[in-house]
C-alpha cells in the first residue's frame, strides 16, 4: 500500500537544501519523521554536551549536527502548516 503522492510537494517549488537533505518520505510521513529527528536533536545535543564538558572539542560536531536535525525539523513542521 502507498501513500498518496498529493501530499508530496513538486520538488521544483522546494529550495536545494529541503531537496538535498529531505526525502519525499519525509513528506509522506511528516509526525514520524519529525519525531526521529527531534530525538536524535537530544541525542545529539547531550552527546556534544558530555564531549564538550570534557574538554573535547570534537563535541561541537554533534551540536552542529543537533542544530542542522532541529532545522530541518522545523522545515518540515512549516511545511505542513502552509
Do not use: D, E, K
Request: aromatic share 14%; charged share 5%; glycine share 10%.
Amino acid at each position: 500500500m502507498h501513500a498518496p503522492t498529493g501530499n508530496v510537494p513538486p520538488s521544483h517549488s522546494q529550495p536545494f537544501l529541503m531537496r538535498l537533505l529531505v526525502s519525499p518520505w519525509g513528506y509522506r510521513h511528516i509526525r514520524f519523521s519529525v519525531v526521529v529527528r527531534i530525538v536524535c536533536g537530544i541525542w545529539n545535543l547531550g552527546l556534544g554536551a558530555l564531549l564538550l564538558s570534557y574538554g573535547y572539542w570534537v563535541g561541537a560536531m554533534p551540536v552542529a549536527g543537533a542544530a542542522l536535525i532541529f532545522w530541518v525539523a522545523y522545515r518540515l513542521q512549516q511545511s505542513v502548516q502552509s
